[in-house]
């Protein structure tokens, strides 16, 4: 432009009124036809459904309920409200926004992440990963593995990894004690322990290194705490409770057991002995009723249990396929943290609700395109997570049961994949833990 200048000395610029006034005849020239409304163009809202055949939008994104004061449910701009759900024959549905949202919703605004997006990466294990649980307040996490072993993870110590925008993150610790594959892990409230289940019938309780160690600092034998045994086969799953310190276990021996871990005679109480509702394949404390416990098994049957006198109190009632007995079995049982309500993940796709007073049914549905493998509730119990062999993570609103995010997180090994999912106690986390060896943290 300079050197053009250079060359045209006299030449006057035109000047700017006289550039509008050419505009402006223009204008009138050219669009006598266009209504003066017309004039800004709103993109149409349903282009989205046209995009859709094209390219299948892997995340959905999320359903939104206006609550009583007028701001949208999951905290995103107003026009959220205007979107469509990506989820195939879903998507040709519209929504009705004008219903109130019942749940008491927190001030917390971490809980209402419009989507959720893989940020950290963890890898270290040199087989599946089992089982993964959070710390209750620090960004660190413990893995539990086939490998043998369990890895203690801090998200604020990573190196940005290769052809990507995530960060690989290096493990701080290792804890070697069981033989052979550790499949079940448990954090206590206040995150000082943790205790992990294996293969070899033991449950090993630790004392969780500082979220500072040094990788490199000599072996400390004061991490590994103590060894409970009593059960005979492997520990298949954990749940800890901060009221009274007890922790909960399932054994393919048949037998849930309740222990106080710091006892002399650490195991208080043992449930179905004769294995009279089959055998148990996760167990957790109930929210909304400090004194029960809930059971699920591979027969299909969930029961909920007394924690003093040991009886079952009870049956929650899941119809069960006679014909194809492996298809009952029920891969995970969680606790609403508020609500008497419990769910449970089905080898048979499903995840069902169950009402503990009464043991009746609440809901059904089909919510993977293989089994339902973990489910996670997120701390204010307005949140299910599950994850499935299918690969992906799901997100459900608990209130209307509808998926409001979908993540494919982890590659098929022997067409299994994912293990386990995690919600963080207090921060805005979630993880995924895999049998592709790879453990996966998003925010």
């Known amino acids: 432009y300079m050197k053009e200048r250079k060359g045209k000395k006299g030449v006057k610029r035109v000047n700017r009124s006289k550039l509008q006034d050419m505009i402006a005849d223009l204008r009138d020239d050219e669009l006598p036809h266009m209504p003066s409304g017309s ?17 299948r939008a892997e995340e959905a994104e999320p359903l939104t309920f206006p609550s009583g004061t007028g701001k949208s449910f999951i905290m995103g701009p107003d026009d959220v409200l205007e979107s469509v759900l990506g989820l195939g024959d879903l998507a040709d549905l519209t929504v009705a926004n004008d219903a109130d ?22 890898r270290s294990h040199f087989d599946g990963v089992r089982a993964l649980a959070f710390h209750p307040v620090e960004p660190v996490l413990v893995t539990a593995s086939e490998d043998h072993t369990l890895k203690l993870w801090n998200l604020q110590k990573t190196v940005p990894a290769k052809k990507s925008t995530s960060l690989d993150v290096e493990p701080i610790y290792t804890f070697r004690a069981h033989i052979g594959s550790v499949l079940s892990l448990a954090v ?15 449950i090993r309780c630790w004392n969780m290194p500082s979220p500072s160690v040094d990788p490199y600092d000599t072996y400390d034998p004061s991490v590994i705490l103590s060894t409970l045994t009593a059960h005979t086969d492997a520990v298949w799953g954990l749940s800890f409770s901060g009221i009274k310190n007890r922790l909960l276990s399932c054994s393919a021996d048949g037998t849930i057991r309740l222990w106080n871990p710091a006892d002399k005679s650490p195991c208080l109480s043992t449930y179905n002995v004769e294995r009279e509702n089959g055998i148990p394949t996760s167990i957790d404390f109930v929210g909304a009723d400090p004194a029960h416990i809930v059971g699920s098994f591979n027969n299909g049957n969930t029961v909920i249990y007394d924690m003093e006198t040991s009886q079952s109190l009870v049956m929650l009632a899941s119809q069960v396929d006679a014909v194809s007995p492996l298809a009952n079995q029920i891969n995970r049982v969680v606790s609403h943290p508020t609500l008497p309500v419990t769910i449970t993940a089905h080898e048979d796709r499903h995840i069902k609700f169950f009402d503990n007073k009464t043991g009746k049914l609440i809901h059904a549905m089909v919510a993977h395109l293989d089994a339902v493998t973990s ?16 690969c992906s993570i799901r997100l459900w609103n608990l209130d209307s049961k509808t998926c409001v995010q979908e993540i494919t997180a982890h590659r098929k090994k022997c067409d299994e994949s994912i293990y386990d999912v995690a919600f963080h106690p207090s921060k805005a986390y979630i993880a995924c833990a895999g049998a592709d060896a790879l453990a996966k943290v998003f925010v």
């Open 39 to 55: 004039m800004i163009q709103s993109r149409p809202i349903p282009s989205r459904l046209a995009d859709h055949d094209s390219s």
């Open 101 to 122: 949202f019942s749940y008491d919703l927190p001030a917390n605004k971490d809980a209402f992440r419009k989507t959720w997006n893989p940020k950290y990466t963890l």
């Open 188 to 202: 206590s409230s206040n995150g000082e322990q943790c205790f992990s289940g294996g293969i070899d019938a033991t």
């Open 375 to 390: 489910l996670a509730v997120d701390p204010n119990g307005i949140y299910l997570m599950s994850g499935s062999h299918d």
